[in-house]
């Protein structure tokens, strides 16, 4: 168990919808990132927060947004949902920045399906 | 940009045999780090062994061991004394020292572990 918590874990939705993958970070980290893991582009980094402030963006869609909340835990929204969004979705922590030997924990990921 | 690329989308080993998957990677940068993960069907990202650029020395985590030839950029992961329990999906992953940066993957590997 790496001590990230993504909720849920399975999300069955229509095209057009909006959803919401929650992420719980390890007790004392402050770095949360979001990973599409798709068939046909493989793993891609879609965001960075850092202690609640957005620090890097990767290939995230305009349909896509995400925040850090105070206590840490972060979400990421997904809207006007389309078949090709369907992948599984992780969320990672570190304690910083994510700096040199810094570990990533990945949790256990939200496996979206858009029919 | 820096690129991974995974060359063997499928691997299958002997039980107790050996077995080393490959990665190339692509980049500009001098100082940077290298990573193996593991994803078994469970779904979850495992750190297996991590490499630092700047040292010349191949990382080695019990029955994993790495090949890293900087010129070359090329980041072999082997397995020895092969289990039932390594079979899995294999990423290579890099990331570029300093700051917040992302990890960019291959596609992956899917190891085979025949009894």
């Known amino acids: 168990d790496s001590g990230v918590t993504q909720t849920p874990k399975h999300l069955i939705t229509a095209t057009g919808q909006r959803v919401t993958l929650r992420c719980s970070p390890r007790?004392?980290?402050?770095?949360v990132y979001w990973y599409q893991q798709s068939l046909d582009q493989g793993l891609q980094f879609l965001i960075q927060?850092?202690?609640?402030?957005?620090?890097a963006k990767g290939n995230i869609l305009e349909r896509f947004s995400a925040q850090q909340f105070p206590d840490l835990h972060s979400e990421l929204n997904l809207s006007s949902l389309e078949l090709g969004d369907s992948a599984l979705y992780f969320c990672?922590?570190?304690?910083?920045?994510?700096?040199?030997?810094?570990?990533?924990?990945f949790g256990s990921g939200t496996q979206l399906s858009v029919l | 940009a820096q690129t991974v690329t995974q060359s063997q989308p499928e691997m299958s080993v002997q039980e107790a045999e050996t077995v080393t998957l490959s990665c190339t990677y692509d980049?500009?940068?001098?100082?940077?780090?290298l990573f193996w993960y593991k994803q078994p069907p469970s779904r979850q990202m495992i750190l297996v062994i991590r490499?630092?650029?700047?040292?010349?020395q191949n990382a080695t985590e019990n029955r994993f061991s790495v090949n890293f030839q900087k010129a070359a950029k090329s980041f072999s992961l082997k397995i020895s004394d092969s289990q039932l329990g390594d079979a899995a999906m294999y990423f290579c992953?890099?990331?570029?020292?300093?700051?917040?940066?992302?990890?960019?993957f291959g596609k992956g590997t899917k190891l085979t572990v025949n009894p």
């Open positions: 992953a890099y990331r570029r020292r300093g700051g917040s940066e992302k990890l960019v």
């Open positions: 007790s004392g980290d402050l770095s």
């Open positions: 980049t500009s940068e001098s100082d940077y780090y």
């Open positions: 927060y850092y202690n609640g402030e957005e620090r």
């Open positions: 990672a922590s570190s304690k910083g920045l994510g700096q040199d030997n810094e570990k990533l924990f």
């Open positions: 490499q630092e650029a700047y040292k010349q």
